[in-house]
């Protein structure tokens, strides 16, 4: 809700400003984890001794990144970055904490109150005229909540599964980095594409670009994401049953994904000609709903071979997810620089192009771990 209000109310300056914040909050809620949120969710029995883990490497991190970053970006403030950082990688950890522990309500407070006060930032600046910057503002409540989260998860007792004398350090960082890996790879597919439209093209396509996304992404993500907030737990405990349902019944998942993307797509348009947003860009309209559709049907394979593959069938999917990207890429690269179309579009069909990849790639390693059973290894 905090972006429709974004791109129905802010100037074009403001409304690239928040793209492009929001961008780098899921690019940093990854690049500062190194895969340690998914590590806690396949070992749930360590998942506090991760925890603690994170919160001395967020900061550290957050700041080398933040400092290389401003070293050849122009128009950018390290110590914003690192905030940003900080704050996102905060919240992801504890989100991805309490889902380990099946802790289904405390996780969608700590991943949902910040969007929740930034609706309320945004609408009373708008509604009031208040003399405050928004988006900073909401910057300062995303922090405020995510420290709350991690104070909550560290006073909260958690049911031992097991003794943790067999706890290895490396143990969680050598799965965690191939986690870490396949999320950079994701973040750098869902997010990156309002940097490049930003370094090559205006603030009016950035405007244009983030509009669209909110309309017509932004629906099906929410279903996606709900989807894979539950799926990931549950798949690591009821592995077989989620191998049979799936061979039974893929085309009704097929089929409802379809019909989920339609209604979606309605609701956008829906929500689009009711904010009497002007007309619709049909490429970019047609390039999201097939990203869209390929973004749902990737929630299954991401979380079961997140939870069952082994490191070297880690290592197969992270190559495989780079030759996606790699021949991503290449179509934005052929589309805006050899076809001559503007770099939205490049990005927008390149995006589309590799979450479709991806999934078809991610069902095909599904196959691969339920064969040679390499869910057995660590």
Same mark, same amino acid.
């Given at each position: ?6 791109? $129905? ?26 895969? =340690? #949120?998914?590590?806690?969710?396949? *070992? ?12 001395? %490497? ?13 070293? +050849?970006?122009?128009?950018? #403030? ?23 522990? !099946? ?26 005229? !208040? ?24 006073? *909260? ?30 973040? @750098? ?10 370094? +090559? ?8 670009? @983030?509009?669209?996304?909110?309309? @017509? ?8 994401? +709900? ?18 349902? =799936? ?14 993307? +339609? ?18 860009? =049909? ?27 082994? /490191? ?5 999917? /992270?190559?495989? %997810? ?36 991806? $999934? ?19």
């Amino acid at each position: 809700m905090a972006d429709i209000l974004a791109t $129905t109310s802010f100037s074009v300056d403001q409304v690239a400003r928040w793209a492009t914040t929001r961008s780098f909050i899921g690019i940093f809620s990854v690049l500062c984890l190194m895969g =340690l #949120d998914q590590s806690a969710i396949r *070992f749930r029995q360590y998942s506090k001794r991760i925890l603690v883990m994170a919160l001395v %490497q967020i900061p550290i991190l957050s700041s080398i990144f933040s400092i290389g970053y401003d070293s +050849f970006a122009e128009h950018s #403030d390290a110590r914003w970055m690192a905030f940003v950082g900080v704050s996102a990688s905060l919240t992801m950890m504890a989100t991805q904490y309490f889902r380990s522990n !099946l802790f289904r309500v405390l996780a969608q407070l700590s991943d949902q109150v910040w969007k929740l006060c930034a609706f309320l930032i945004f609408a009373s600046v708008c509604t009031f005229n !208040l003399p405050i910057d928004a988006i900073s503002t909401t910057m300062i409540a995303m922090f405020s909540v995510s420290a709350l989260s991690v104070a909550v998860a560290l006073s *909260f007792p958690i049911q031992q599964v097991q003794s943790e004398e067999d706890f290895s350090v490396r143990k969680v960082y050598r799965v965690g980095l191939r986690f870490y890996a396949s999320s950079l790879l994701l973040a @750098f597919s869902q997010y990156l594409e309002i940097v490049l439209v930003n370094t +090559f093209s205006d603030v009016h396509a950035v405007a244009t670009y @983030f509009s669209h996304l909110t309309f @017509f992404v932004l629906p099906i993500s929410a279903v996606g994401g +709900f989807l894979g907030f539950l799926a990931g737990p549950w798949v690591r405990d009821n592995r077989l049953k989620f191998l049979f349902q =799936l061979s039974e019944y893929w085309l009704h998942a097929v089929g409802v994904s379809l019909v989920c993307v +339609f209604l979606a797509f309605n609701f956008g348009y829906f929500a689009w000609q009711f904010f009497d947003m002007g007309a619709t860009d =049909l490429s970019l309209v047609l390039a999201f709903t097939f990203g869209s559709l390929a973004r749902l049907l990737y929630t299954l394979p991401s979380a079961f071979v997140g939870n069952f593959g082994s /490191i070297r069938q880690h290592d197969a999917f /992270i190559l495989g %997810q780079l030759l996606c990207l790699g021949l991503a890429a290449a179509l934005y690269l052929f589309l805006t620089f050899g076809f001559g179309m503007e770099a939205q579009y490049g990005a927008a069909w390149g995006a589309a192009l590799n979450l479709t990849l991806r $999934t078809a790639f991610g069902y095909l390693m599904i196959h691969w771990i339920s064969r040679f059973r390499g869910s057995d290894a660590q």
